[in-house]
């Protein structure tokens, strides 16, 4: 066997053995689970993580998680609980302690600490008889199966274990509480995620930037517009104010004989293509490439049809969209 092989089939018996474990935590779930979720959600503070080592980094990610989905929630190392951090912890907090073998000895300050002043302790561990499970008010117990090295001592298989339970922990609660997109980008707006969560609001050019023109304009005028804005575009609106439709490029050419003498209304291409401010910026990418266009305007219905913003493809791609 070369190290290339040697190499790939190291990799997928460490994978085989996760997914198998993952389907053993599946299958173990039970009431335990639904009693974590309900005292998360009767918490009146925040859920404080803590862990020391492998199961301290998990820890930070569950913290993460929690807080991005709508669980406040933040992450406090049990060595620095140890020397002051436990004033953070407040009446109505949930601790969830996380530790594989439920014996870190850098987490027994916090233990006492929670059991002093009747601060609820989610244990998350694989030995239900140890120190940290038996002070917990509620268990979350993964599978003891050892680790995916063959000899029992890289934290592998336990944290994947781990961080799984974080996440449906996470997850259970977000769709408990009707978590939405748009509530997820209030706590994400960097990243790839917050730009597939943004809105076409979020994005537009509007106010002054808008190019837009009355009925009436002649098109010198209208011409002047266009320039001025930069977008190769102009909207067109009606007496009522609402949008009345668009001039591009194509209805410059189609119209070049006489074009100055015309007015927007006569050069314009009446009812375009639209999108509403709340919509989702992924949309209106999707409406700007089916219709193979670089810009749409922005239109709330319910505000009598008046442009409202202009969206360009450009504004899209830098948000890290299309």
């Known amino acids: 066997m070369t190290n290339t092989e040697k190499f790939l089939s190291t990799a997928r018996q460490v994978i085989a053995d996760e997914a198998k474990a993952l ?51 933040y992450f406090v190392h049990p060595a620095e609980a140890s020397h002051g951090d436990l004033g953070m912890l407040s009446e109505g907090d949930v601790v969830l302690a996380i530790s594989n073998s439920g014996e870190a000895p850098e987490l027994a300050n916090l233990l006492v600490f929670t059991r002093r002043f009747g601060i609820p302790l989610i244990g998350l561990s694989s030995k239900l008889d140890s120190t940290l499970m038996k002070q917990a008010d509620v268990h979350l117990q993964i599978p003891s199966l050892g ?22 922990l996470a997850i259970a609660l977000m769709k408990h509480r009707d978590f939405r997109p748009e509530n997820f980008r209030d706590f994400h707006p960097g990243g790839k995620l917050g730009a597939q969560l943004s809105k076409v609001r979020d994005l537009m050019h509007a106010g002054e930037a808008l190019p837009l023109v009355p009925e009436a304009t002649p098109m010198p005028d209208a ?7 930069g977008f190769g575009v102009a909207g067109v609106a009606a007496a009522d104010g609402s949008l009345a439709g668009i001039i591009t490029d194509g209805d410059l050419r189609r119209h070049m004989d006489g074009l100055l003498e015309k007015t927007a209304a006569e ?37 009598g049809g008046k442009a409202e913003g202009l969206l360009h493809i450009h504004d899209c791609l830098r948000a890290g969209l299309g």
Do not use: W, Y
């Not at 309900?38 to 993580?49: E, P």
């Not at 680790?147 to 449906?168: K, N, R, Y």
């Not at 989702?280 to 709330?300: G, H, P, S, W």
């Open 223 to 229: 011409l002047i517009e266009i320039s001025q804005k």
């Open 147 to 168: 680790e995916a090295c063959g000899f029992g001592m890289v934290p592998s298989i336990s944290t994947t274990l781990t961080l799984a339970m974080g996440d449906a």
């Open 267 to 303: 050069v314009m291409t009446a009812g375009p293509a639209t999108i509403a401010p709340g919509a989702m910026a992924e949309e209106a990418v999707a409406v700007m490439n089916q219709r193979k266009i670089t810009c749409l305007f922005v239109v709330d219905p319910e505000n």
């Open 23 to 73: 389907d053993a935590l599946a299958d173990s779930l039970d009431n335990r689970f639904a009693e974590a979720v309900q005292l998360i959600l009767g918490a009146k503070g925040r859920i404080i993580v803590s862990g020391i080592g492998k199961s301290g980094h998990i820890g930070h990610k569950i913290a993460a998680t929690l807080a991005s989905t709508g669980t406040p929630a």
